[in-house]
């Protein structure tokens, strides 16, 4: 259940949508701040007596003791996205993979098990596939379009489901409510990196999924100028990661706190840019010579577009494809780009493209690149704002050289 929210002026925001919710329900926090939301530097604050200082050094989610433990400004956009994920509470983190970190360490210990997936963010399949191995919480990962692959996983001492949906480079979707079911009734906790989806497109919670985790950077940023993370869930499960987040430190700054403020209030408007982007670019590489394959949750081709329009509102900007010429085309295909940066990271307003290949290119033959599961010729669009007809336009001017 999200909280009520009531600001000085003692408005109630229950039936607004969460991108008007997003531009006052801060507000109760901070009364004293202008239009625009103040950024809260101090790194300690003032405490009444002994008894006064106790409390606050040992209340979870406190944000006016010490910086590690909260800080104002974070406060502020922690709930922005606890509500628009429809949640009670959130923090803050200074990454996307120091509140995956935080999240799922404050849920395991040594001897535990976790349920993850073959595939998700590169972070987050290190921290499976080599970190939780050396301090002995041990993991299965699953294909994660096999719903029943999650309840075979299940051991004793699986304490949580890791899921990711969609997830690139595949673009692969995850049946939310059919894997949160099974962890109920194993008393499994669920945790969904929604990063990729933003809460316009997806709620996991609405499906039964537990805590919900993002890159700020990406999306909620939206500007490619700060680096942040954030997990929001019910009370009690985010005391239990404050607790772990005073103990591993890595809170986000607060002007990069007052950054994802900002975006936030803009995020609706930017999603939906990229959604219509996204789905434009996808249709129109479908049909294109040049193009083997199209890796898109919102094409009807996509082998999960069902279970996708079940679970989603809009299918997001990041789209993958293959290329037939390989990994040389694909080289002089974005090197004739005139609009996206050939840059790592998505989710902003400029368009941004990569050829996943590449990372090992130098190290392993063209062959052996292919056997890492990522096609050579395969190319990550990371759809921005921009016009879609100046997109699809450079888009099919670049595939000439393709
Ligand atoms: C970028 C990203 C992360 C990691 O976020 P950082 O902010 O770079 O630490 C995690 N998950 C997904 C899906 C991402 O795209």
């Not at 004793?156 to 049946?175: A, G, H, I, Q, R």
Request: proline share 4%.
């Amino acid at each position: 259940m999200a909280k009520q929210f009531t600001d000085s002026n003692h408005h109630t925001y229950e039936g607004f949508a969460p991108a008007t919710r997003a531009l006052h329900i801060d507000r109760a926090l901070e009364p004293g701040s202008g239009v625009a939301p103040a950024i809260m530097q101090s790194v300690t604050y003032f405490s009444e007596d002994g008894a006064d200082f106790a409390v606050k050094a040992t209340e979870p989610l406190n944000d006016l003791f010490y910086a590690r433990h909260g800080n104002p400004t974070a406060s502020r956009a922690a709930l922005i996205v606890a509500d628009m994920e429809g949640k009670e509470a959130g923090i803050m983190f200074a990454s996307g993979m120091a509140a995956i970190t935080t999240t799922l360490l404050s849920l395991l210990s040594k001897g535990d098990h976790v349920v993850a997936q073959k595939s998700h963010y590169i972070g987050t399949t290190t921290l499976m596939n080599e970190t939780f191995g050396r301090y002995g919480i041990h993991v299965t990962l699953v294909d994660q379009d096999d719903t029943e692959a999650f309840a075979r996983a299940i051991q004793p001492s699986t304490k949580v489901f890791m899921l990711e949906t969609p997830v690139n480079p595949t673009m692969k979707v995850t049946d939310l409510r059919g894997v949160s079911d099974i962890a109920r009734k194993h008393g499994i906790t669920t945790v969904c990196d929604n990063t990729f989806a933003t809460p316009f497109n997806q709620r996991p919670g609405d499906f039964g999924v537990d805590i919900v985790v993002h890159s700020a950077t990406k999306y909620m940023g939206g500007h490619h100028d700060l680096l942040g993370g954030v997990a929001v869930g019910s009370k009690r499960h985010m005391d239990c990661v404050w607790d772990m987040g005073m103990t591993l430190g890595g809170v986000i700054t607060p002007f990069n706190a007052w950054l994802v403020l900002r975006g936030l209030r803009t995020m609706k408007m930017r999603v939906d840019q990229s959604n219509k982007n996204g789905l434009a670019i996808a249709q129109f590489l479908e049909g294109h010579e040049k193009v083997s394959r199209v890796y898109y949750p919102g094409l009807e081709s996509h082998e999960q577009h069902a279970l996708a329009r079940e679970q989603m509102n809009g299918y997001g900007g990041l789209l993958t494809f293959d290329l037939k010429g390989g990994f040389e085309a694909g080289q002089r295909f974005i090197k004739a780009l005139k609009i996206p940066f050939y840059a790592a990271s998505l989710g902003g307003i400029d368009s941004l493209v990569i050829q996943p290949a590449a990372l090992w290119l130098g190290r392993l033959s063209p062959d052996l690149v292919g056997k890492q599961g990522v096609d050579p010729g395969l190319i990550r669009f990371s759809a921005g704002i921009e016009e879609t007809d100046d997109l699809l336009k450079d888009i099919g001017q670049a595939l000439e050289f393709a």
